[in-house]
């Protein structure tokens, strides 16, 4: 089955860096398109990044210049690089698959992380 497994968040001072991770397993890892989205309490759930299956990303605005997006296919892994961090990046960060690019652009993504919490003082 789909597995989505996030890990790297933690406690930074506003200005640090983090890096999360998603490793993925039980299915096609380079043909999906991957996001990270994040949710702070008592807001709705954005999307911050999207990489598709060509290695297109595009970004929210509120973390282009500071948040980098890739993947390494052989592991089957995603990476949110996150510098100049600040306290609003504070929230509950998570990875998420969608079968298509189509699917991806479309909203409609089919499998979820629990979740790897990032905050930043």
């Known amino acids: 089955h789909v597995q989505l497994v996030e890990s790297g968040g933690g406690s930074v001072q506003a200005g640090g860096s983090l890096r999360l991770s998603c490793a993925a397993s039980?299915?096609?890892?380079?043909?999906?398109?991957m996001g990270w989205f994040r949710q702070a309490p008592g807001k709705e759930r954005e999307g911050v990044a999207a990489?598709?299956?060509?290695?297109?990303?595009s970004y929210a605005d509120s973390v282009k210049g500071r948040f980098t997006i890739s993947q390494d296919n052989a592991k089957n892994t995603l990476y949110l690089q996150m510098n100049s961090l600040k306290p609003e990046d504070t929230a509950m960060y998570y990875c998420?698959?969608?079968?298509?690019?189509?699917?991806?652009?479309?909203?409609?993504?089919?499998?979820w992380g629990q979740g790897t919490q990032v905050t930043v003082s």
């Open positions: 998420a698959a969608a079968p298509t690019d189509y699917d991806c652009y479309s909203g409609s993504w089919s499998y």
């Open positions: 039980g299915y096609t890892y380079s043909s999906y398109c």
């Open positions: 990489i598709d299956s060509d290695g297109s990303t």
